[in-house]
DNA sequence: ACAAAAGTGTTGGTGTTACACCCATGG
DNA sequence: CCATGGGTGTAACACCAACACTTTTGT
């Protein structure tokens, strides 16, 4: 085999098994909180630290499908927005045994997903040891899985703000009300006037008025939007802003 | 072992050959074109055909450490921005020869830098087989690299418009002209009136004139201006447009 | 003096901010 | 009829595109 520097027994280019982590947030419209999911490892190292639901890309399976399988591992959810953060080469930390004895290196590719809140059911298996977490109370975790969850957590705030990922994981139909709070709880409190955040958006012309009211108790019923992705899609990649 | 189901012998699970390819561009404000740095394969498969500058992970050197030997080995130049740019598993295309056959997979990191040119020396080795070609006139790549250059060309026009990555690659001291000229080149010619420009830039507070001149021939001399880092720290992370 | 290049100013229009106000409904 | 939440309007201001204009140099 004439390329045999190449391949594997070349003592100069390095072997890698590469995983995937995952950044899964969602959004609790009704308590108005942010959360992420974590996961409790079930192995050494790190046993019992949480950390980013991850995994190890098999044979024949790409990336994304990679992403996916462990999400939907963890949670079972039919909307959602997943695209691919950044790879970090890990040298000191290898959360899948013992590969490295055997000099083999460890990528971690993330994954940043945004998913339904209401529609997520957590799955029960392997004890339970997947839940939500407060953004803003995040444990220490393990093999400093922490600056890609800052990462990925950066990368929520913008990409709320210029494109429109809000809807993949709204309800079909919504108030604008709704959406204020959805981006309120992601960008914090005081992000824009409600009034000015209304007429941004209906300016741009997407959000459809379906005719339908939504009445919470008292006060005047609240009109029901639908995004309109195809009076959305002249304006991709154009620069715009929702903030 | 106890985790030996983890390790190379598993086979369920991928092993990997790392790859890193990069996107270089850079500015010729005397001709006032966009270029970026190919180089014609020296081996199978694709022998002959041009593709970007890339090459294995070696043992012991990190994702960045490989961008930046391999632009080392291409080019010689002290001025430059670099960033990862996406990681994109190929099932179809190993450009490293015979690996595959072993059933290795292949990723490609892809990075994406910009150097200065007037400083940038291409190294002759290799038979002089790297060379700069206008963007706008690109051969068609090898294993599909199309992509990735026009991703790299969209990140190169992203950035330029929110961040300060020209003055990494601008002289020390430059004028208000060859700013607009460099962000003309990348951006095309009607990205903005001149004037305009120039007063939103200086608006910004950190560009400092120097107090020297520049004069080319007949006109008025330019001021030369420099950039300065630390006036700009504070609007770090702020959205800020230059367009 | 004139052309060339750099730099400044003006003007109409558009977008943003911070409010005050009006409308529809339940109790 | 009033509290509650939804929805509209507006005055002040900042910003921006387009263009005309002035200043400083070389020849």
Known sequence: MANDRHALNNPAIANFQVGVDNVIFSVDLHSQKLFVLLSKRLQQPFQGVWSLPGTLVRKGESLEQAADRILKEKIKVNSLYLEQLYSFDEFAC??????????????????????RFEEAELIAREGGMTAWFLVKEIPTLACDRDRILHYGYRRLRNKLEYSPIAFDVLPAVFTLNELYQFYGTVLGENFADYSNFRSRLLKLGFLKDTGLKSSRGAGRPAKLYRFDSEAFAPLKDKPMVFI
């Open 94 to 115: 290898n959360p899948w045994g013992s590969a490295s004895q055997l000099g083999i290196r460890y990528l971690s590719v993330s994954y940043f997903a945004l998913v």
